[in-house]
């Protein structure tokens, strides 16, 4: 059985596009280009998963996509908002304390109670096999940057070959090289590059990619070597395979969706602000006209001395403090006027500006509210958008953490591990596996503001659990404040 190779996805989707630019001087034209069609399939291209996570990066973006024949000039970044937006779904979407909930059953006896804590136990340690905080935050990361995501349900082999555990682990995008899924979605065919040093199945220490191909009748697997991709009917011969009968499971583990990432629709006026404000630096400088009194034999103009025959020139000087321009003609020097409309300039990159933002509510509560004065209307309007697109996020990605678990439930039953047994936690094929996440709101309220309403409750005559339910205080935090109510000599 595979044991996964945790390298850093961020390494591998850099060293992908390094390699690309040294071997050809900028990314694939078929990948860094791709055309909008294309980028709805899904895995989307490969260079635009690069240019997504450039922004995202925000490290000389526009020097790469320079270098990558996707921008005019290497502009500086001025204004990039792809950050924080990611950032602020990081904060929202799967961040703090989520409760895990079992379907409700048809009947409600000690035997359903007994499956639904040993059901709770047993995604408890896939989740803990996960590391469940770090694996949300990448999970999160890369819906909103690249829009896909992949998780695998994989099992973990101890030294001597055996499956002592089952945990998720999130696919990067890069080493998704081909997915077919069908019209709800599921994984139907599947291909996983993932650059390797150790081998699994043994030999040398040595630089290679392992490829896994799933399909309808199970896995195969491939060794490549270097750090190369390399097309299907270039693969060398399996060095090892599965049929699903062998497995134990007939399903391929691993849960694929796509988020919106709505900030990926205005990149094209982010690069224009960031276009202008390079425009404005380059033309607000003295410039410096320098002509010629010479002519030639021919009675022509000739250039200044430094300048191209024939031809004006123009050279920043002073570290592009100040610029130059050799004409030719008559003997003279002086500093030119100003015709640039720098006014107009500073309100076309406001108005770009207000139009980002206004496309990407959850940037503008994020990082301009603290400079920004708005009507109560109109924050609560603005906070509202922002949760709405976070809950449309959260929704995905829970719907795809629940397929997930459920798949990890059943190769933990199939590796026959304890605690996952069909008596301990019943069967997929029965509807055990069902769970959800406990809905919770967008943004927390703060403590002073749930215990003012709460007080206030309590004063109109609510009973002191249920107006700490009112006030949105957690079912086991009213419970705490019922029993002390209730306790003799506890005060309030």
């Given at each position: 059985?595979?044991?996964?190779?945790?390298?850093?996805?961020?390494?591998?989707?850099?060293?992908?596009?390094?390699?690309?630019?040294?071997?050809?001087?900028g990314?694939?034209?078929?990948?860094?280009?791709?055309?909008?069609s294309?980028?709805?399939?899904?895995?989307?291209?490969?260079?635009?998963?690069?240019?997504?996570w450039?922004?995202?990066?925000?490290?000389?973006?526009?020097?790469?996509?320079?270098a990558?024949g996707?921008?005019?000039?290497?502009?500086?970044?001025?204004?990039?908002?792809?950050?924080?937006v990611v950032?602020?779904?990081?904060?929202?979407?799967?961040?703090?304390?989520i409760?895990?909930?079992?379907?409700?059953?048809?009947?409600?006896?000690?035997?359903?109670?007994?499956?639904?804590?040993?059901?709770?136990?047993?995604?408890?340690?896939?989740?803990?096999?996960?590391?469940?905080?770090?694996?949300?935050?990448?999970?999160?990361?890369?819906?909103?940057?690249?829009?896909?995501?992949?998780?695998?349900?994989?099992?973990?082999?101890?030294?001597?070959?055996?499956?002592?555990?089952?945990?998720?682990?999130?696919?990067?995008?890069?080493?998704?090289?081909?997915?077919?899924?069908?019209?709800r979605?599921?994984?139907?065919?599947?291909?996983?590059d993932?650059?390797r040093?150790?081998?699994?199945?043994?030999?040398?220490t040595?630089?290679?990619?392992?490829?896994?191909?799933?399909?309808?009748?199970?896995?195969?697997?491939?060794?490549?070597?270097?750090?190369?991709?390399?097309?299907?009917?270039e693969?060398?011969?399996?060095?090892?395979?599965?049929?699903?009968?062998?497995?134990?499971?007939?399903?391929?583990?691993?849960?694929w969706?796509r988020?919106?990432?709505?900030?990926?629709?205005?990149?094209?006026?982010?690069?224009?602000?960031?276009?202008l404000?390079?425009?404005?630096?380059r033309?607000?400088k003295?410039?410096?006209?320098?002509?010629?009194?010479?002519?030639?034999?021919?009675g022509r103009?000739?250039?200044?001395?430094?300048?191209?025959?024939?031809r004006?020139?123009?050279?920043?000087?002073?570290?592009?403090?100040?610029?130059?321009?050799?004409l030719?003609?008559?003997?003279?020097?002086?500093?030119?006027?100003s015709?640039?409309?720098?006014?107009?300039?500073?309100?076309?990159?406001?108005?770009?500006?207000?139009?980002?933002?206004?496309?990407?509510?959850?940037?503008?509560v994020?990082?301009?509210?603290?400079?920004?004065?708005?009507?109560?209307?109109t924050?609560?309007?603005?906070?509202?958008q922002?949760g709405?697109?976070?809950?449309?996020?959260?929704?995905?990605?829970?719907?795809?953490?629940v397929?997930?678990?459920?798949?990890?439930?059943?190769?933990?039953?199939?590796?026959?591990?304890?605690?996952?047994?069909?008596?301990?936690?019943?069967?997929?094929?029965?509807g055990?596996f069902?769970?959800?996440?406990?809905?919770?709101?967008?943004?927390a309220?703060?403590?002073?503001?749930?215990?003012?309403?709460?007080?206030?409750?309590?004063?109109?005559?609510?009973?002191?659990?249920?107006?700490?339910?009112?006030?949105?205080y957690?079912?086991?935090?009213?419970k705490?404040?019922?029993?002390?109510?209730?306790?003799?000599?506890?005060?309030?």
């Open positions: 059985m595979v044991q996964e190779n945790q390298n850093s996805w961020k390494d591998r989707l850099w060293g992908w596009a390094s390699e690309n630019l040294m071997r050809y001087g990314l694939p034209a078929s990948g860094a280009a791709p055309m909008a294309e980028s709805e399939g899904v895995p989307r291209s490969l260079g635009e998963y690069a240019v997504r450039a922004y995202r990066e925000n490290k000389q973006l526009y020097r790469k996509l320079h990558w996707l921008a005019a000039e290497p502009y500086r970044t001025v204004y990039n908002p792809v950050p924080t950032a602020f779904y990081q904060t929202h979407a799967l961040d703090g304390e409760a895990v909930l079992p379907l409700e059953r048809a009947t409600a006896d000690d035997g359903s109670r007994a499956l639904d804590e040993a059901l709770l136990a047993a995604i408890g340690r896939v989740q803990e096999r996960s590391n469940w905080m770090a694996c949300r935050r990448d999970l999160v990361e890369g819906a909103a940057v690249f829009g896909d995501v992949y998780i695998k349900a994989a099992e973990r082999v101890d030294d001597a070959g055996m499956v002592d555990g089952v945990y998720l682990q999130v696919l990067p995008v890069t080493s998704i090289r081909r997915c077919e899924v069908d019209e979605g599921y994984v139907q065919a599947l291909r996983i993932t650059p040093m150790e081998s699994v199945f043994g030999g040398q040595r630089e290679h990619v392992l490829v896994e191909e799933w399909d309808g009748e199970g896995v195969r697997f491939y060794e490549v070597e270097g750090r190369r991709t390399v097309d299907e009917d693969l060398p011969p399996p060095v090892g395979a599965q049929t699903f009968t062998e497995l134990g499971y007939d399903f391929i583990p691993v849960v969706s988020c919106a990432t709505y900030w990926w629709d205005v990149v094209d006026q982010i690069e224009e602000r960031n276009r404000a390079w425009l404005m630096g033309l607000n003295p410039l410096m006209i320098v002509s010629a009194n010479a002519r030639d034999d021919l103009p000739m250039p200044p001395v430094g300048a191209p025959k024939e004006p020139s123009y050279e920043e000087v002073g570290g592009g403090s100040a610029a130059m321009l050799r030719p003609g008559a003997a003279t020097a002086a500093w030119s006027g015709p640039v409309d720098f006014a107009t300039m500073r309100q076309e990159i406001a108005d770009l500006q207000a139009h980002i933002e206004g496309a990407l509510p959850e940037y503008f994020a990082a301009r509210l603290q400079a920004v004065q708005v009507a109560a209307e924050l609560q309007m603005l906070l509202a922002a709405h697109r976070v809950g449309e996020m959260r929704d995905v990605l829970e719907a795809v953490l397929r997930a678990q459920m798949m990890a439930l059943t190769l933990g039953q199939a590796a026959e591990l304890k605690g996952f047994a069909v008596a301990d936690i019943g069967k997929y094929e029965n055990d069902g769970h959800t996440f406990a809905e919770r709101p967008v943004f309220t703060p403590t002073t503001v749930m215990a003012a309403e709460a007080g206030q409750h309590i004063a109109n005559g609510v009973a002191l659990g249920g107006a700490y339910r009112l006030a949105g957690s079912e086991a935090e009213a705490v404040a019922t029993q002390m109510d209730a306790t003799p000599g506890v005060e309030q």
